[in-house]
């Protein structure tokens, strides 16, 4: 079988957990002797071969390379988002490629950069189409749904404007998969997909590390705190209520560097502790040999969580929000706790009792089986074979 996948960036061009969840599929399923060719942006036209996957770099014809959106000035960017939500000069080299490549199915996920435009041609080929929802980009052009530190119940006026081309034809997906049941029903919600066949959820793979994790006994817990420092990861949340709680033996590490070099330099000069201290990046077994608990106090709806079961990989129990997708991946008492950022006083009490938990070494982690790549793989090929 053969498949072709869009996705906005791809190796060696990478921002975060889409970028990496494409890949893993897509040589996973080279491994499974499938056929894959890949369709992304860059600032430059050229193929290439990845890990045995053919690649296509494909320079947009808009303002600028998502890519690089954040170097963009504010003005540029309501007109990208215009030209984005179904650009029209694009086509000719999308057509080309689906023409060339002739797959048995086209794969579709993040197309900040294509446009829903990938949709139309696929179908004037009469090819199936998969969609995978990885963010909240055809309900929202910043992809987040997030505005003024809340989330958005309802799409605002410019929301609902770019919107109308990406809903008309999410008609054409013959099936919708879901990395959490959270953001696949957010979508529907809004009337998304009404001829999809199938409508599902598959949860990212995340990779089993290689090594155990050996950690001495110790009298200290150390919280982490893994991901970009800004203000909707809840960074400030979580800094304040650890700061006020002055636990006995208890410290937390920061991974991961600032939304802005001002705003990190801002955080570390306001929460200034010998308890709390900013790690930069590290590798992942770096991490969690370090810390006893993952802490994932997001204020934004994750569509997924990919820290949570890679933690929990480790040997590591989290402590998450119950915003977005999260709480899809924590059984309480078990891999960890949630709690409400708008409860008074529930952060405080979870984080004792994830305390407790890791100090009776209490934690039951089964669930490494669900989030394997051989799993998520597995299950891709089954909705393939299905639509073919």
């Known amino acids: 079988m053969k498949i072709l996948i869009f996705n906005t960036l791809y190796y060696p061009n990478q921002l975060g957990g889409a970028e990496k969840s494409v890949q893993l599929l897509a040589e996973g399923l080279v491994k499974k002797g499938e056929e894959v060719v890949v369709v992304t942006t860059s600032n430059k036209e050229y193929i290439d071969y990845v890990n045995g996957v053919k690649v296509y770099y494909l320079k947009i014809n808009n303002l600028y390379w998502p890519y690089i959106s954040k170097e963009q000035n504010k003005i540029k960017k309501p007109l990208w988002h215009l030209i984005d939500s179904y650009n029209i000069f694009n086509p000719n080299k999308?057509?080309?490629?689906?023409?060339?490549?002739?797959?048995?199915?086209?794969?579709?996920?993040?197309?900040?950069?294509?446009?829903?435009?990938?949709?139309?041609?696929?179908?004037?080929?009469?090819?199936?189409i998969v969609h995978t929802l990885r963010d909240y980009y055809l309900l929202c052009p910043k992809s987040t749904m997030?505005?003024?530190?809340?989330?958005?119940?309802?799409?605002?006026?410019?929301?609902?404007?770019?919107?109308?081309?990406?809903?008309?034809?999410s008609k054409y997906?013959?099936?919708?998969?879901?990395?959490?049941?959270?953001?696949?029903?957010?979508?529907?919600?809004?009337?998304?997909?009404?001829?999809?066949?199938?409508?599902?959820?598959?949860?990212?793979s995340v990779e089993v590390p290689k090594v155990n994790i050996k950690k001495e006994n110790k009298k200290e817990i150390i919280l982490g705190f893994v991901g970009r420092i800004e203000k909707a990861k809840g960074i400030e949340f979580l800094l304040e209520k650890f700061s006020r709680l002055k636990l006995e033996n208890v410290k937390l590490f920061i991974y991961g560097r600032g939304l802005t070099k001002e705003y990190e330099s801002e955080i570390k000069q306001k929460y200034e502790s010998s308890q709390?201290?900013?790690?930069?990046?590290?590798?992942?077994?770096?991490?969690?040999?370090e810390i006893d608990i993952l802490i994932v106090p997001s204020l934004w709806n994750e569509p997924f969580g990919r820290i949570v079961p890679e933690a929990n990989s480790y040997g590591v129990p989290v402590l998450v929000s119950n915003r977005g997708g999260l709480p899809e991946l924590v059984?309480?008492?078990?891999?960890?706790?949630?709690?409400?950022?708008?409860?008074?006083?529930?952060?405080?009490?979870?984080?004792?009792?994830?305390?407790?938990?890791?100090?009776?070494s209490s934690c039951n982690f089964d669930n490494k089986e669900k989030f394997s790549l051989e799993n998520i793989i597995n299950k891709f090929m089954g909705i393939y074979n299905v639509v073919t």
């Open 94 to 128: 999308i057509d080309q490629i689906i023409k060339k490549e002739n797959p048995d199915v086209i794969h579709t996920n993040n197309l900040a950069g294509f446009s829903v435009i990938v949709w139309k041609i696929a179908k004037k080929y009469n090819k199936k």
């Open 146 to 169: 997030y505005k003024n530190d809340k989330n958005c119940k309802n799409q605002c006026l410019d929301c609902k404007l770019l919107s109308i081309p990406k809903k008309n034809y």
């Open 173 to 204: 997906v013959d099936v919708v998969v879901g990395i959490s049941e959270f953001i696949l029903n957010r979508h529907k919600e809004f009337g998304y997909f009404p001829n999809a066949k199938i409508e599902t959820v598959i949860y990212n």
């Open 276 to 289: 709390i201290l900013f790690k930069g990046f590290k590798k992942p077994e770096e991490i969690y040999n």
């Open 331 to 360: 059984e309480e008492g078990k891999n960890g706790y949630m709690f409400d950022p708008d409860k008074e006083g529930d952060f405080e009490e979870k984080l004792k009792k994830i305390i407790e938990m890791k100090k009776n």
